[in-house]
């Protein structure tokens, strides 16, 4: 990263994201994507950074997003939907950019169905927001904004 330059934050949400507000508001609550959107951006703002959004429903405009990512973001926070459980491609395309990475999901997905315990993406990701519903998108922000604006800070440690 520059230091003359503003952070800036990727903000990736993936299939069926587009719904947010309608779709199982009981599993997703009602806020919409515009309310993620706005929410990551005030906080990024907050925090001396910005971010761009992005949604889609098609895997490879995701992998696309990421590989652009190399030259116009620091950090990403991503919500893959349904091919945080499926797309090894995805997981690829965010370990071949080397930027810090945030996982996120609005429900508890270990309180859901089997099929759902398992993300392909957690091992690439410096940290991992479930259950918060929407506050997750503000918590992935903050961990960013705070690696990104404390000069340079040093990986996180292995566990």
């Known amino acids: 990263m520059n230091p003359a330059r503003t952070p800036s934050i990727l903000v990736i949400n993936g299939p069926n994201l587009n719904l947010l507000g309608s779709r199982e508001p009981a599993v997703y609550g009602t806020a919409t994507l515009d309310d993620v959107v ?24 995701i992998i696309d997003a990421i590989h652009a990512a190399r030259s116009t973001s620091d950090g990403i926070v991503i919500n893959a939907g349904a091919f945080t459980h499926t797309s090894i491609a995805i ?69």
């Open 38 to 61: 706005r929410l990551a951006s005030d906080t990024a703002r907050e925090r001396g950074c910005t971010t761009t959004a992005m949604q889609s429903n098609h895997e490879g405009e």
């Open 91 to 159: 997981r690829d395309a965010l370990a071949g950019v080397e930027l810090p990475v945030v996982e996120v999901h609005i429900s508890n997905v270990h309180r859901r169905e089997e099929f759902r315990h398992h993300s392909f993406l957690s091992a690439v990701a410096d940290a991992v927001i479930v259950g918060a519903g929407i506050d997750g998108y503000r918590l992935a922000v903050d961990h960013l904004a705070a690696r990104l604006t404390a000069g340079g800070a040093a990986p996180l440690p292995e566990s």
